[in-house]
C-alpha cells in the first residue's frame, strides 16, 4: 500500500511535472496540445456515435458518460498537454524550481 502519497509527496511530483512541462520547446507544446484536442474530439465523437440510437434519455447519457472520459484518458495515457495541466506550473514556480522566464519560446 505504498503508493498513496500525502499531500506534501503530491505537491512535490506536481512541481516535478511542472519542471518538465516548463522546459518543453514550443513546438512540442503545440504539438502536444493539438494532439490533447484531437484526443478529447475523439472521445465526444465517439460518444455521440454511441449513443445516437438509443431513445432512452437516461441510457443515453449513460453510455455518453461512459464514452466520452476515453478521450481524456488517451490524453493522458499519451502525454498530450492540456492548459489546466500546464496552469500547474504556477506550483514550480512558487516552490522557486521555474521561472516564467523559462515558458519563452525556446
Do not use: Y
Request: proline share 1%.
Amino acid at each position: 500500500m505504498d503508493n498513496f502519497h500525502g499531500a506534501a509527496e503530491g505537491i512535490e511530483l506536481n512541481v516535478k511535472s511542472a519542471e518538465v512541462k516548463a522546459s518543453l520547446s514550443l513546438r512540442r507544446m503545440i504539438v502536444l496540445g493539438i494532439l490533447a484536442g484531437g484526443f478529447i474530439a475523439l472521445g465526444g465523437a465517439a460518444s455521440s456515435t454511441a449513443a445516437f440510437g438509443v431513445s432512452d434519455t437516461g441510457l443515453q447519457r449513460l453510455i455518453t458518460g461512459v464514452v466520452f472520459p476515453v478521450g481524456l484518458m488517451m490524453t493522458v495515457f499519451g502525454g498530450a498537454e492540456l492548459f489546466t495541466g500546464n496552469c500547474l506550473i504556477e506550483i514550480a514556480v512558487l516552490e522557486k524550481k521555474s521561472t516564467s522566464d523559462s515558458w519563452s519560446a525556446t
